[in-house]
């Protein structure tokens, strides 16, 4: 292979590599199933010869050594732009940063805005043109390629080759170092639904049809929907969706899923990022069917709202009786983040036919006290993921609520009439001295 010399020379260990990190730097570890191990390791080593070393990921799926090695962050300043439950618990020891966007601007902000000393990006093994993938990350890779100062390459034979789309991969005379490792990827099994979450997924699986455009989200609601699909009768299905999961693999394998009725990448499955179990990654590789893009592609809602039939289904922590969505945080504790929830929610919208449902349980518990989820007004410190105006479809085990159109009044009888029994009167109550109910309202 003519490129193998050019690969032996840029080849260093992970201690060689790490080096060109200063004081001060900005350095990006890439995302999700895709994030540095080895030079990891080998920057977190050099813990007492750094300090305000500022780090951004995106979803860990492992804790970093360099927040292992630095327990007070007066070394190491660890950033993400959407929590992970390991990044959760590290935020609340004070040692994870959250970065707010809008999923579908983030190569933009690279782009525009941000800088970057030092890449450190996992890639798949080279091929026979020089060319490396980036596997099931593409979502802002490149972006952070076109900034980054230094690009050293973490290249792992592990890593699925995730066809493009577009800028789904980096050429060898782009990179400055490589280092060579071999783990394998996080192993993150979809779940089992619970049986609160199969009765709000029946909800939702009433309004699908054939032809749609499926999008999911992480959890088990969406999971849930994911598996009843590929249990149903429903014909050429569509995906375009930010995060490919493993139970749309189930959906394809049991012919639910052609693309046959996608107006753009039809055919084809359209995902920005994905991570699963090795079933998940296999189904990946080198699959044609499969195409990765940037997710300024996936989830612009200009380019969403392009396929016919768009079903965008996604999770939340709590609404208020307005219809305030809140996905990311408890009060002020930081709990995950924005990602593209905005995105395609507004996206499914604007698609001809589309829909887009956010769901949730109707309750929790906290502590051995049962609460409700749809609330008065949002806790102090909710951060709103989802503006009023933009919800459609919300759903609980008690049923679907459709809010566009509706006044305050409307929204508030809707509402409560999918929370929790024990919790209606209390609501009921509540909205009157907010003044957004009628003696007359019904649910």
């Not at 990044?87 to 190569?107: M, N, Q, S, T, V």
């Not at 989200?217 to 929907?225: K, L, Q, S």
Request: a negative charge; hydrophobic letters at 40%.
């Amino acid at each position: 292979m003519r490129f193998n010399e050019e690969y032996q020379k840029k080849l260093v260990t992970p201690e060689e590599a790490v080096r060109v990190v200063k004081s001060g730097d900005w350095v990006d570890y890439a995302s999700f199933s895709g994030q540095v191990i080895e030079l990891d390791k080998a920057l977190a080593a050099r813990a007492e010869e750094l300090f305000d070393v500022k780090i951004r990921a995106v979803t860990a799926l492992r804790t970093p050594e360099v927040v292992k090695a630095d327990p007070e962050a007066k070394h190491f300043v660890y950033n993400n732009w959407h929590f992970s439950g390991l990044d959760r618990k590290l935020h609340d020891k004070g040692l994870c940063w959250h970065i707010p966007l809008l999923y579908h601007e983030l190569p933009g902000y690279y782009r525009r805005f941000l800088d970057i000393d030092v890449l450190m990006i996992p890639v798949s093994s080279m091929d026979e043109h020089g060319f490396f993938n980036f596997g099931p990350q593409a979502s802002h890779a490149k972006a952070m390629c076109e900034k980054a100062k230094v690009i050293i390459l973490e290249v792992n034979p592990n890593i699925p080759r995730c066809l493009g789309g577009r800028e789904e991969g980096i050429h060898l005379s782009e990179v400055n170092y490589i280092v060579e490792a071999n783990w394998p990827l996080p192993q993150v099994p979809a779940g089992i639904p619970t049986e609160i979450e199969k009765k709000i997924a029946s909800y939702i699986m009433s309004e699908l049809e054939d032809g749609s455009c499926i999008q999911l989200g992480i959890g088990g609601m969406p999971n849930a929907v994911g598996q009843m699909i590929a249990q149903s009768d429903l014909k050429d299905l569509g995906i375009h969706s930010e995060m490919f999961t493993e139970s749309m693999v189930e959906m394809v394998e049991a012919g639910r899923v052609t693309g046959a009725r996608k107006t753009i990448d039809r055919y084809k499955i359209g995902y920005t990022f994905s991570f699963g179990t090795q079933k998940t990654y296999d189904f990946l590789n080198n699959n044609p069917m499969c195409v990765i893009y940037p997710v300024d592609y996936v989830n612009d809602p200009f380019i969403i709202a392009q396929n016919d039939k768009v079903v965008s289904i996604n999770n939340c922590i709590e609404v208020d009786l307005t219809g305030q969505v809140c996905s990311e945080s408890s009060g002020t504790r930081h709990i995950s983040g924005t990602g593209g929830q905005f995105d395609f929610a507004y996206g499914a919208y604007r698609s001809k036919g589309g829909k887009s449902f956010i769901a949730m349980e109707s309750t929790f518990k906290k502590g051995e006290e049962l609460r409700s989820r749809i609330k008065p007004i949002l806790t102090p410190g909710a951060v709103v993921t989802t503006h009023r105006s933009v919800v459609y479809y919300l759903v609980t085990e008690y049923g679907i609520a459709n809010l566009k159109g509706k006044s305050t009044w409307e929204r508030a009888e809707a509402l409560i009439s999918i929370a929790h029994p024990d919790f209606r009167e209390d609501l009921i109550k509540e909205a009157e001295e907010l003044g957004v109910w009628r003696q007359s309202n019904r649910f």
